[in-house]
Every structure is written in C-alpha cells, then in structure tokens.
C-alpha cells in the first residue's frame, strides 16, 4: 500500500472505524461488567495490558494504529467469549485491511489419488497478512505491557487534531469557566447506545457527517455547527443545549429519532461572548444527557483563584 493511499484510507475511514470499533468496545464493555470483571482482571484473563484496555474502553481507538487496534480488540473480544465476527469484518474493511482471500477456485475440493493441490500467489499473500496479524498481536502483548503514563491534566491527540479521547472532567463553578471536553459520554446515558459529537465548521449534508473537527474555535470565526451521530437512540426527542463559560444560552431541538441511527447538527453564532468554553449537551427528552462536548473560544480562561 502506498503512502498516499494510506492516507487516503485513513482521512476517508477514520470516522466508520471509530464508530464501528466504539460500537463493539460497547459491547465488550458490557459483558465484561455484566461478568463482574474489573478492569485489572479483563487485563489479566485476555493479555491486553491495563493501560490499554483503560484507553480502549474509554473510546480513544486511535492511540496506535488500526491493524494493532483490531489485533487488540480480537484478543479482548475472544477472552470475553463475545466475539462479533460480522462487526470485526466492518471495522477491518473500514480500517483499509482486505478480508482473507478464499482458496483459489483451481484448487481440488477432494483431490484423488494422484493428484497435486496448486496454491496460488493470492493465496500466499492471504496467509501472509494473516501472519503479520499474529505477529502484530504478539509484538502488542510484548512491548506495550507497561506503556508510560500520561502526565497528569494531559490528553494524548491523535495526529491531525481527528482527536477521540476523552478529556478530563470539566468542574462547573458558579463562578468559573468550564474546562474543555470532548468525546465525553454521560453518566445515566442508556448503555445500548453509542454515541459520538464534535464541533466543526460545515457539514457534507450529502454524507451527512462534518467536515473535519475542531479542537479550538478559530480567531474571527462567526459561527461553529455540533454535529452528533446517535444509534440505538430510544425514539424520544433529541436537544442540543448551548451554552456558554456555565450558562445555558439555547436550546436547539434536532428532531425526534425515527431509526436505529440518527445524525443531527446545530448552529451557533460566536465571538462576540469573549474567552471562554462553549459546551453543547446532547439531551434525549427532558431526562438522560448523551454526551457533553466543550471547546474553547479566544484565549484559554484563566484558572480560578
């Protein structure tokens, strides 16, 4: 694979890849607790280390890249019993990683006496593929069973700002500014679903998704859209509430879900509040917040004294 069609794959699959591989850490997450495991012991019984598990299950699945990711996921998926092979099949195709190349047809189903089985060249690359998997697992299993920690109030960022780890834990003081956060799901939200937000600046309505994310409201921007894509959702009406430095500014309706998965966006005018934090809850009904997502407009706001 060359270089540029790497990064073709990666820019273009990135977002059906998180949001297939969060879909199955969901599903593993759930059996793992259901089972009673904490982490440590889920660590211990698939061989993935602590740490990335933490990582994994926190949504953050661009900390290394796909192929070790799925490796990952496989070995925890298949120590749990909870193995989704059509799930798996997505998240490697979404990854750019083709799917293993079936015998070749000129191979002889029963072959009879006297008779030679021929292996093509597309079946020995197959094999090939297969057996850098394993060895990518193995290496993983290895090498990353003590990774170094983040220092404290650090996020690890994924190259180009496609950023899916959760922040810290943002602290809403009467009197203070919210810490940015982003990728955030909420306590009470229902575990059947999978959600996912980010801020952006247009969205490609024809493939209703957002045109890159933002880390950071851009210096003289007038406007900024949250996108957020729900699945699972229970069918009540969905809000986005805006607001701004701990105050609630709007409370955007983004319609009633009618399917197993609903994509929905709002828009904001900024800039004339100042510094400060924007956050955008996404609520189902008047109950449960989805998620919560906060970006930083102007200058960072100073710490709280």
Same mark, same amino acid.
């Given at each position: 694979?060359? /270089?540029?069609?790497? #990064?073709? !794959?990666?820019?273009?699959?990135?977002?059906?890849?998180?949001? =297939?591989?969060?879909?199955? &850490?969901?599903?593993?997450?759930?059996? #793992?607790?259901?089972?009673?495991?904490?982490? /440590? /012991?889920?660590? #211990?019984?698939?061989?993935?280390?602590?740490?990335? $598990?933490?990582?994994?299950? @926190?949504?953050?699945?661009?900390?290394?890249?796909? &192929?070790?990711?799925?490796?990952?996921?496989?070995?925890?998926?298949?120590?749990?019993?909870?193995?989704? =092979?059509?799930?798996?099949?997505?998240?490697?195709?979404?990854?750019?990683?083709?799917?293993? !190349?079936?015998?070749?047809?000129?191979?002889?189903?029963?072959?009879?006496?006297?008779?030679? $089985?021929?292996?093509?060249?597309?079946?020995?690359?197959?094999?090939?593929?297969?057996? &850098?998997?394993?060895?990518?697992?193995?290496?993983?299993?290895?090498?990353?069973? %003590?990774?170094? /920690?983040? +220092?404290?109030?650090?996020?690890? =960022?994924?190259?180009?700002?496609?950023?899916?780890?959760?922040?810290?834990?943002?602290?809403?003081?009467?009197?203070?500014?919210?810490?940015?956060?982003?990728?955030?799901?909420?306590?009470?939200?229902?575990?059947?679903?999978?959600? =996912?937000?980010?801020?952006? $600046? @247009?969205?490609?309505?024809?493939? #209703?998704?957002?045109?890159?994310?933002?880390?950071?409201?851009?210096?003289?921007?007038?406007?900024?859209?949250?996108?957020?894509?729900?699945?699972?959702?229970?069918?009540?009406? $969905?809000?986005?509430?805006? %607001?701004?430095?701990?105050?609630?500014?709007?409370?955007?309706?983004?319609?009633?879900? %009618?399917? +197993?998965?609903?994509?929905?966006?709002?828009?904001?005018?900024?800039?004339?509040?100042?510094?400060?934090?924007?956050? &955008?809850?996404?609520?189902?009904?008047?109950?449960?917040?989805?998620?919560?997502?906060?970006?930083? %407009?102007?200058?960072?706001?100073?710490?709280?004294?």
């Amino acid at each position: 694979m060359t /270089e540029k069609n790497h #990064r073709r !794959i990666t820019m273009e699959n990135l977002t059906e890849f998180v949001r =297939t591989g969060r879909i199955i &850490v969901d599903a593993l997450t759930k059996k #793992r607790v259901g089972n009673g495991l904490s982490t /440590e /012991e889920a660590a #211990r019984q698939s061989g993935v280390a602590e740490e990335q $598990l933490r990582r994994l299950e @926190s949504g953050d699945l661009e900390f290394l890249p796909p &192929v070790y990711v799925i490796a990952l996921l496989r070995k925890y998926a298949l120590a749990l019993g909870t193995f989704d =092979t059509a799930l798996f099949k997505e998240l490697k195709q979404a990854a750019g990683i083709p799917a293993p !190349i079936a015998q070749q047809q000129n191979l002889e189903k029963s072959p009879g006496k006297g008779r030679i $089985l021929s292996v093509g060249p597309k079946a020995i690359a197959a094999a090939g593929i297969a057996a &850098v998997l394993i060895i990518s697992a193995l290496f993983l299993s290895r090498t990353y069973r %003590s990774p170094a /920690e983040t +220092p404290p109030g650090e996020t690890p =960022t994924a190259a180009g700002g496609y950023s899916s780890a959760p922040a810290p834990a943002a602290d809403e003081g009467p009197a203070g500014a919210e810490r940015p956060e982003q990728e955030s799901k909420q306590a009470g939200a229902h575990a059947a679903t999978a959600h =996912t937000g980010c801020f952006t $600046l @247009s969205i490609n309505k024809e493939k #209703r998704q957002p045109n890159g994310r933002l880390a950071r409201i851009p210096a003289g921007t007038s406007s900024i859209i949250y996108f957020s894509d729900i699945h699972r959702p229970s069918g009540k009406p $969905l809000y986005h509430e805006w %607001s701004f430095n701990g105050k609630q500014v709007d409370k955007i309706a983004v319609g009633r879900p %009618s399917g +197993p998965r609903w994509r929905s966006w709002s828009r904001k005018t900024v800039g004339k509040e100042g510094n400060g934090v924007w956050r &955008v809850r996404v609520r189902e009904g008047d109950g449960v917040v989805l998620r919560a997502d906060s970006i930083l %407009s102007g200058k960072p706001p100073a710490a709280a004294e």
